[in-house]
């Protein structure tokens, strides 16, 4: 059973203006984390935001935040003002029981941001 | 600090030869794992390690093998290089830091190419 779905395979936005990717996830451990990473066409994976499934707040770094529904199972990334740096792969990720399962993540399948000038 | 270093940066292999990817990382970290992604796909667990000495299968382990005799290095051997083998291949390592954040750290990535 899929456990990340990232339902867009796309997205394009202006430039300076905010965006939100989805990522919805499956899980029935009380004990989660849920990451995101940029991947540009560099190839290498950047972490970006890391939110606990007991973290009462949403998480935030700079410009990015991350839309916490627990009740919904959604995690969703939101950039604002966007940059055209920030054009390339967004994973969702998602991390169940780290001290049995030495902290190994499970990838959705990514949305590809495209940033317009 | 290095950070997560990987070697090689790029490799091609003849099918059915054998070959060790090279995954080290100068953080004292104690959790390590190796991902492989396929082109359009997110990144799916080959191995981990939760420390020296210890390790376990991830989501597509066939054809591979790891070993963990130190903190610092985790490679990961294919014994006989298939097609189906041919992607790029990520390591990285992570710690629990006793608090809420936690940080996965990523290798630059292995491309391989089996012929």
């Known amino acids: 059973a899929q456990k990340i779905t990232q339902t867009q395979p796309g997205m394009f936005v202006q430039e300076k203006e905010a965006v939100t990717l989805d990522c919805t996830y499956d899980?029935?451990?009380?004990?989660?984390?849920l990451f995101w990473y940029k991947q540009p066409s560099s190839g290498e994976m950047i972490f970006l935001i890391y939110q606990g499934s007991y973290d009462q707040q949403n998480a935030t770094e700079g410009r990015y935040s991350l839309n916490f529904q627990k009740a919904r199972k959604s995690a969703n990334l939101v950039i604002s003002a966007s940059q055209l740096g920030d054009s390339a792969m967004y994973f969702c990720a998602m991390r169940e029981a780290f001290y049995n399962q030495g902290g190994k993540l499970i990838f959705g399948q990514g949305t590809e941001l495209s940033v317009k000038p | 600090n290095a950070g997560v270093t990987q070697t090689p940066k790029f490799q091609v292999l003849k099918t059915g030869q054998s070959m060790t990817l090279q995954c080290a990382q100068d953080?004292?970290?104690?959790?390590m794992s190796w991902y492989r992604q396929d082109p359009g796909m997110g990144l799916r667990l080959i191995h981990y390690s939760v420390g020296a000495g210890i390790t376990d299968q991830g989501e597509v382990p066939n054809g591979y093998n790891v070993s963990r005799s130190t903190t610092e290095d985790f490679p990961l051997r294919l014994l006989s290089a298939a097609p189906s083998q041919t992607s790029v291949y990520f390591c990285a390592s992570s710690y629990w830091s006793g608090t809420t954040q936690e940080t996965q750290y990523f290798g630059p990535g292995t491309r391989l190419l089996v012929l």
């Open positions: 899980t029935s451990d009380p004990s989660y984390g």
């Open positions: 953080m004292n970290h104690e959790y």
